[in-house]
């Protein structure tokens, strides 16, 4: 049986303690990107490092959705196509990870949180490990079956996790997920493949939001520590 934690909160509860964990994490990023632009190059673009890593996330998602082993092993490396692809194969039953629907303009939130190097057979690599925070909302997309085989989709996590759907007061319905991911390049000038790769990805946490867009308020339906 999937855990899962009820909580009803309002905008008023964000406090001093939420405002620390941002400033830290943008201590943190701000670290990160100066660390990778000694590695790379003065030039290095942290725009385009970031907007890069959204599309990563992106195609993985969707790869993952799809278990499609073409999709994954065309941008992770071969460590990580193989654990990706074994962990589509354990997630099959699991309804939770074909909510995961997630483009670019989703990833709300993009923060490193690591950078570093490692040595192998005598090439150099350089490491980024990267938390995400991607937020849809049901209607987003763009036709009605869409819409319906989300809301199909939502209610078979509820009956995973033995939450009655009926109880719950619907306004608006919120996709909401944190996840990691690690991409990996090598530092070598000679190197044939110059370009980041996927070698890690785990999603940490999934939550259902529904949102109230005339009270603010929102009741959070979080399933704990997914596979």
């Known amino acids: 049986m999937q855990k899962r934690r009820l909580s009803y909160q309002g905008p008023r509860r964000l406090g001093f303690r939420v405002t620390l964990l941002q400033w830290l994490s943008g201590v943190r990023s701000r670290y990160c990107m100066w660390k990778l632009r000694r590695l790379l190059a003065p030039d290095f673009d942290e725009f385009d490092f970031l907007f890069g890593a959204r599309q990563a996330a992106s195609s993985i998602i969707e790869a993952v959705r799809q278990a499609d082993w073409n999709r994954i092993h065309s941008c992770c490396t071969n460590q990580g196509a193989c654990a990706i692809y074994n962990l589509c194969r354990s997630q099959r039953n699991i309804h939770y990870s074909k909510l995961l629907r997630f483009e670019c303009q989703h990833l709300c939130q993009v923060w490193p949180k690591s950078v570093r190097m490692h040595c192998e057979d005598g090439r150099t690599f350089v490491y980024v490990n990267l938390a995400f925070v991607g937020l ?20 078979q996590v509820l009956e995973q996790s033995r939450i009655p759907d009926q109880n719950l007061a619907i306004q608006q319905r919120i996709v909401l997920s944190e996840f990691l991911l690690t991409l990996r390049r090598e530092l070598s000038e000679s190197s044939e493949s110059p370009d980041w790769l996927v070698d890690f990805y785990k999603v940490f946490r999934f939550k259902l939001v529904n949102y109230s867009p005339v009270t603010l308020e929102y009741r959070v339906i979080e399933i704990l520590k997914p596979v």
């Open 136 to 155: 849809r909302n049901m209607r987003d997309f763009a036709t009605f079956d869409e819409q319906q085989e989300m809301l199909q989709l939502t209610r």
